[in-house]
């Protein structure tokens, strides 16, 4: 695959205002975006998503080391003009339309007449949005408000789309269309990296990720890399068992789940002749998943320095960073 973007050595020194003090270093920072991913920079707060993302816009400028795009130019003018962008916070004009907003922007990119009137409306549609195109943003919800960010990004038809923390804030639903928005750039052949610490989400929709904590890069890999290796267990799903009989096999952790009898089995126990037993008792075995490790799992096993994770199902969190953004 071929390399879009690529960060060779890179650092950021933060300092403070007052005394001048070295607070903060970001990197350094070797890794490389490909054409066509999508692209999840994962950390908990306060890791240097942010300031990342910023010296990527050009917005911040590398203590040393560099970020190399496209053809070999570095960020600003000319690569920015491939460049979508949807900050962590960002804000728009409450009082304008959603059709003046985008068109605000396009005039930005040099685009006008008609051409300008059909990327808008191309824009509206792809984000669903267009029944709401003269709608004021004051009227928006934080999931529309995100909608109309992304039709911004993309509204100078970019190469790369930078996203920073777009599911953040979102209840389940907002974050299912946002996640259907970036698979679709992929799909138009766009490349997208995001930050995020909403790791079910990254895990749903990412090729590859890398894990930042305190400036540092601890891991980077393709998605199918990090999770699916080996079986770590299985969960049987039986219906109307007496439980207390199915305790007596010592097959595994037993739960319930409505009226179904759940069994964690572990990966030490023969899972054949764990079903052999169980169908011996007359129960009805609906389902067999296997258990791998989740990108929560695994996050958290880096995060610790290397220690074995537990194992959960197919349920996921969003992590809870520690502390507060230190690079924002």
């Not at 979508?84 to 804000?91: N, T």
């Not at 922007?105 to 007449?113: A, D, E, I, N, Q």
């Amino acid at each position: 695959m071929e390399s879009i973007l690529r960060f060779e050595g890179t650092t950021k020194d933060l300092r403070s205002d007052l005394a001048g003090r070295r607070l903060y270093t970001l990197g350094p920072l070797d890794m490389e975006v490909m054409r066509g991913e999508i692209f999840g920079y994962l950390g908990p707060n306060g890791a240097g998503k942010t300031t990342t993302i910023k010296l990527m816009m050009g917005l911040l400028r590398p203590t040393s080391g560099r970020i190399v795009y496209f053809d070999g130019s570095t960020p600003p003018p000319k690569a920015r003009q491939k460049l979508g962008f949807l900050p962590e916070q960002p804000y728009f004009y409450q009082h304008l339309t959603a059709r003046e907003l985008l068109a605000f922007y396009g005039r930005l990119f040099g685009l006008k007449g008609s051409a300008l009137s059909n990327r808008v409306g191309t824009m509206m549609r792809l984000v669903g949005l267009a029944e709401q195109a003269d709608t004021r943003l004051s009227k928006f919800s934080k999931g529309m408000l995100q909608r109309i960010g992304l039709a911004q990004a993309l509204i100078n038809n970019p190469d790369v789309v930078i996203l920073d923390e777009p599911l953040s804030g979102l209840d389940p639903v907002g974050r299912s269309e946002i996640r259907d928005l970036i698979v679709k750039m992929k799909g138009e052949g766009r490349t997208v990296f995001f930050s995020s610490h909403i790791l079910q989400d990254v895990e749903m929709i990412c090729d590859r990720v890398a894990i930042l904590a305190n400036g540092r890069i601890l891991r980077m890999a393709a998605v199918s890399e990090l999770l699916y290796g080996s079986v770590t267990g299985y969960e049987v799903i039986v219906s109307n068992p007496p439980p207390k009989l199915i305790r007596t096999l010592d097959l595994g952790r037993i739960s319930t789940r409505g009226d179904k009898v759940v069994i964690a089995m572990p990966p030490d126990v023969d899972l054949n002749a764990g079903l052999k037993r169980l169908m011996a008792l007359g129960v009805s075995i609906e389902a067999v998943n296997p258990l791998r490790q989740t990108l929560e799992d695994y996050f958290m096993r880096e995060l610790k320095g290397g220690e074995h994770p537990v194992v959960k199902g197919p349920g996921q969190r969003m992590l809870a960073g520690s502390s507060k953004e230190k690079a924002s």
